[in-house]
């Protein structure tokens, strides 16, 4: 996601699958090596998996600081085994931008 919103600056939607699992937040760092969207306010998050919602939330607020929701753009809905991890992360983001603001 991070090459796709580098090469892609000016990119207003997108949709795809990830997996969160591979999201490696190191607190010395900014996550996503200081790549940020602020266009995108919705993400399509198809059948993507998140197990932890804190360290997507970080990721996600960092590199999409205007991300006010995910939607179900494109193919595919959050699994169900995945929807209360993915209304956490949303519930996280919010609060991380209240933290910022």
Request: proline share 8%; charged share 25%.
């Given at each position: ?52 919602p804190a360290a997507a939330a970080a990721f996600l607020s960092e590199i999409l600081p205007n991300l006010r929701f995910w939607g179900n753009h494109g193919p595919g ?25």
């Amino acid at each position: 996601m991070v090459c796709v919103l580098e090469h892609c600056p000016k990119l207003r939607e997108l949709t795809l699958t990830f997996d969160t699992d591979v999201v490696d937040i190191n607190p010395l760092e900014r996550p996503g090596g200081a790549i940020c969207n602020r266009n995108i306010t919705v993400l399509g998050i198809g059948f993507s998996v998140v197990k932890d919602p804190a360290a997507a939330a970080a990721f996600l607020s960092e590199i999409l600081p205007n991300l006010r929701f995910w939607g179900n753009h494109g193919p595919g809905h959050p699994l169900p085994e995945y929807q209360k991890q993915w209304e956490q992360v949303l519930g996280l983001i919010k609060d991380l931008k209240r933290v910022r603001e």
